[in-house]
């Protein structure tokens, strides 16, 4: 398993308010609350077909460079 990587991101201050209210209510860690959101956000884009095409073009516009 690879070792976590830390980031930083800048938030609104109306999205950090928001973030801060989601965590205490759910009584979680406001950086377990981003990591799920993260997740949820990543499975979307896996099931998108959209999203899917888009990545097989690039994947295959790499491919072709490589050549």
């Known amino acids: 398993m690879k070792p976590a990587k830390a980031l930083t991101i800048r ?3 109306e999205q950090a ?4 209210t989601v965590a205490t209510v759910e009584d979680r860690a ?3 609350v981003i ?3 993260i997740t ?3 499975e ?3 099931k998108d077909q959209d999203f899917q095409d ?3 073009q690039r994947i295959e516009r790499a491919q072709r460079l490589l050549k």
Not at 17 to 20: F, G, K
Request: zero cysteines.
């Open 30 to 32: 406001m950086a377990e």
């Open 40 to 42: 949820a956000h990543i």
């Open 35 to 37: 990591r799920a959101a």
């Open 17 to 20: 308010e928001a973030l801060e």
């Open 44 to 46: 979307s884009r896996r």
């Open 11 to 13: 938030l609104s201050a």
């Open 54 to 56: 888009g990545l097989k």
